[in-house]
Nanobody, 124 residues
Framework: QVQLLESGGGLVQAGGSLRLSCAAS????????MGWFRQSPGKERELVAR????????FYADSVKGRFTISRDNATNTVSMQMSSLKPDGTTDYYC?????????????????WGQGTHVAVSA
């Protein structure tokens, strides 16, 4: 069973940047497409970015296009997301997640693996 562990969250000013990383244990990481979700207090968890098993195909939510970049390294079992031009959205938890589905999975229920989350706070 693959386990996921996120890191890289913290406090940043609006307009700043953060890089989130997710380390996966296990030998089957490359069989999972990976996504980054976020959830703010009182809101539903939403897909921010997704990357295919080999890394060649990516998807971004409209709200982050041009500002966030997802990447993965199957040799080191990691998936990362570079976040730039962060907006003062308050506090948000970011989660990495994995699924083996063949089609684009955008709903949390479609993902089999979840990390515990990392906290991001963007101040004005």
């Amino acid at each position: 069973q693959v386990q996921l562990l996120e890191s890289g969250g913290g406090l940043v000013q609006a307009g700043g940047s953060l890089r989130l990383s997710c380390a996966a244990s296990g030998q089957t990481f490359s069989t999972y497409a990976m996504g980054w979700f976020r959830q703010s207090p009182g809101k539903e968890r939403e897909l921010v970015a997704r990357i295919s098993r080999g890394g060649g195909v990516t998807f971004y939510a409209d709200s982050v296009k041009g500002r966030f970049t997802i990447s993965r390294d199957n040799a080191t079992n990691t998936v990362s997301m570079q976040m730039s031009s962060l907006k003062p959205d308050g506090t948000t938890d970011y989660y990495c997640a994995g699924d083996r589905g063949a089609l684009l999975a955008t709903k949390p229920s479609e993902y089999e693996l979840w990390g515990q989350g990392t906290h991001v706070a963007v101040s004005a």
